[in-house]
């Protein structure tokens, strides 16, 4: 897909662009028509895609327990992304078990969304930070 962009403060004027650098440009152009040059916010911990079988525990608000198989796809020391069946709420505090080690860390649900009937993913945030809960070793970095 092409269109025709005008840019005067780049030199810019009529020509035709590939849609997505032409997306790309805009989203880099501010205010004035100049390239901001915005750092990008560092993380606490790098992401690390790992699979790995995670056993989720949390209480139901009528108070019983609930227990379900999970898997992870994306992890650091602060939290990862969990793949599973139930979607589970923003803000519910749940367990984490390792089946592997046998340990278990408290999480936070942060982010979550039903993809399919069967499918759903949950961003969880670890209570307190682990940089070694998942089976492999993620440092948490520190920034001066």
Not at 27 to 37: F, I, P, S, T, Y
Not at 67 to 77: G, K, L, M, P, S
Not at 83 to 90: K, S
Request: glycine share 8%; aromatic share 10%.
């Amino acid at each position: 897909m092409f269109f025709t962009a005008t840019c005067p403060a780049m030199g810019l004027q009529d020509y035709c662009f590939p849609f997505i650098f032409t997306l790309k440009f805009l989203l880099l152009v501010g205010d004035r028509g100049v390239m901001e040059n915005k750092p990008k916010p560092q993380r606490r911990s790098p992401r690390i895609l790992w699979r790995t079988p995670v056993l989720i525990n949390w209480a139901t608000q009528e108070g019983g327990q609930l227990r379900e198989r999970a898997e992870t796809e994306i992890v650091n020391a602060h939290g990862g992304l969990l793949r599973l069946a139930t979607q589970l709420p923003c803000g519910q505090r749940i367990d984490l078990l390792d089946p592997n080690s046998g340990d278990i860390c408290s999480a936070r649900v942060v982010w979550s969304r039903q993809e399919k009937k069967n499918l759903a993913r949950a961003g969880v945030e670890l209570i307190p930070p682990s940089e070694t809960f998942w089976g492999i070793r993620i440092p948490i970095l520190q920034f001066s």
